[in-house]
């Protein structure tokens, strides 16, 4: 299997933030909006899912969101995700399926967390699944400047200069 069959057999397009995406379910039901913590915007979705596809050289860049994501690993290799808390504290989660060296099936990536993702080292592409609670929406979704984040987070520069616009 390829990212190319793929791509053309899961119908992904382009995602702002890099690589290919599909939403696959956005939940009937409404949470709503002054029910949900400060910063939203309005109702939102009891949840939302994509599938989510980068090739080796894409790249998700820096960017947070208001609701939780969790990661499910589908198929291809690895895919690093490359976490910095509020803290600045940084981490490199790796998401795929040899559990026997490390990488994990799933990864949450809490709310309002910075956060990029590229396939690792020898990935010819990796395909994952989001899954965003209270679902996605676009008015949730902050990509990072890295002027911003290299102000914020001087430790973390190389892997900040090399996934930020």
Known sequence: MTAAF?????????HPE???????????GIIPGNALPDGFTGDRRFSTCIYYLLENGDRSVFHRLRSDECWHFYGGQALLIHVIDAAGRYSCIRLGNDLMNGENLQFVVPASTWFASEPASGSTFSLAGCTVAPGFDFADFEIASQKDLLGKFPAHTGVVQRLCR
């Open 6 to 14: 793929l791509i053309r057999h899961l119908q992904l397009t382009r």
């Open 18 to 28: 890099g690589g290919y995406y599909r939403e696959t379910y956005r939940a009937s």
